[in-house]
């Protein structure tokens, strides 16, 4: 089995910094594109950063610029570096990546449990 483990999140006031984490463990052979979530009450699931297996990042617009996601394959990890947070940045963030697991073909897509990440003003 494949688990996705996030972390870093917390209490910040606004202006302030967090990295994030998401930390993959199991039979892994191998990690493909890893996209952060994020999800407000009352809001729908929203897309933050995602990066591709060979590291190339993307980010819709509203998010670049404050936001950077970054992968360190040989630790399984995918990061998200979040500067200058807004109270509206307030939210559970989720990754969500797509593995594929040693002795299959093709690849499966998990989630974590996401970290809450509240940005006081």
């Known amino acids: 089995q494949v688990q996705l483990v996030e972390s870093g999140g917390g209490l910040v006031q606004a202006g302030g910094s967090l990295r994030l984490s998401c930390v993959a463990s199991g039979s892994i052979l191998s990690i493909n594109a890893v996209t952060w979530y994020r999800q407000a009450p009352g809001k729908q699931r929203e897309l933050v950063a995602t990066?591709?297996?060979?590291?190339?990042?993307n980010y819709p617009d509203s998010f670049k610029g404050r936001f950077t996601i970054s992968r360190d394959n040989a630790k399984k990890t995918v990061y998200l570096q979040m500067n200058s947070l807004k109270p509206e940045d307030t939210a559970v963030y989720l990754c969500?990546?797509?593995?594929?697991?040693?002795?299959?073909?093709?690849?499966?897509?998990?989630w974590g449990q996401g970290t809450q990440v509240t940005v006081s003003s």
């Open positions: 990066i591709t297996s060979g590291g190339s990042p």
């Open positions: 969500n990546a797509d593995v594929r697991r040693i002795g299959t073909i093709k690849s499966f897509n998990y």
